[in-house]
């Protein structure tokens, strides 16, 4: 089993004297059960399993209820949490009375739901468990100096082809079980359980709208296009998009704005946190040679591994793209907090870059044969 880098926040929390409660965000099949077991193990507690009833059951908002847990454990694990939203009341009163910690895993975050999660203000800290980052599998692998380059190499092929799923990733069984197993996930998991919490109308619709944006890679994205083409409303085109954005389906990416004239879109740019879920959605599993998508395919790489390393190492740097009136491009703005920008340039080959961003900045290419030592650099604390 790989460690995961979000292990080193849980472990600083159940170690500390801080109990504020700790919710880990993530997609169904990132690995959230996988890591709830693992902690349950090494300090000998239960996990409580919101899927089912009798748990959710045990966690009704009455203090006497809720002490007969504390009194058992002064560490408490939750697994989808998502699917108890009325439990805020009940983690608020197990924090302020009883002074547990609690971790507590969702695939959608409570305060997405309509529910009373703000009542939980100044209680809790997010951290976050995504689809595996090319960064947390080096750090599980012993590489030698003169291995890297391949190594690395020969992981953006697999990340832009099958995805970076743990159990697609860990799976040694043949490419048509990989498939399948994409297959499964985007079915039962990323389609039906974004369906299931927020109760949508057109189970249809919503597989048809992501496979839209699917076909769009690295292209901007038309809400009024997308719901023309599927006879659909617009205002609904826009909110199922927003909460496959909200459930970490998909990365929105706006154009930057300056004052300048020049800069006119307001679209978005939209990618997949895991292009093994884009990959099924098109059918299409052909090596990257063959792909007329593979500049997209790459671009969409390279955005998913900035947001998996921002949100892991908590990182409050801001990406766009931009685009003048000519036609020219960058295509990603890499903007920290102290307005200081690094423009990208994503090649799947070689090709030189040129400088058109207005602001003052430095100008990166980055390709599959530096990808990795680009990202580590500029994506920092």
Known sequence: MLNRAIETDIEGYLKGTDHKILFVWGPRRSGKTTLLKKYASRIAV??????????????????????????????????????????SLSLKILHDEFMVKIIATGSSELRQTGNDFDTLAGRFREIYCLPLSVFEIAQNVALKAYEKDDFYLQLAREGQIFGIYPEVYSSEK????????????????????????????????????????A??????????????????????????IEIF????????????????????????????????????????????ELRPDRGGLFENFIIAEIEKRKKILNIKHTAYFYREYAGKEVDIVIEDYHKRYTCLEVKSGKEKSQKIFPLPHTLETVHPGNYFKKIETIVVP
Do not use: C, W
Request: glycine content about 2%.
């Open 46 to 87: 239960p996990v409580f399993n919101f899927d089912l009833l009798s748990d959710r059951e045990k966690f009704e908002p009455d203090k006497r209820t809720l002490q007969k847990i504390a009194d058992e454990h002064k560490v408490i694990l939750i697994d989808e949490v998502q699917n108890y939203p009325e439990s």
């Open 174 to 213: 043949p490419e048509g079980t990989k498939i399948d197993l994409l297959q499964n996930l985007l079915d039962t998991y990323v389609l039906k359980d974004i369906i299931d919490i927020y109760n949508l109308k057109n189970a249809k619709l919503a597989k048809d709208i992501l496979t839209k944006i």
């Open 215 to 240: 076909l769009q890679i690295g292209s901007e994205v038309s809400m009024r296009e997308i719901s023309g083409s599927l006879q659909a409303n617009v205002s609904t085109v826009a909110s199922y």
């Open 245 to 288: 954005i909200k459930n970490y389906v998909l990365i929105p990416v706006p154009s930057f704005k300056t004052n300048q004239r020049r800069a006119v879109s307001e679209h978005r740019k939209l990618y997949f946190y895991d292009l093994g879920m884009r990959n099924i959605l098109v059918k299409d599993f052909r090596p990257i």
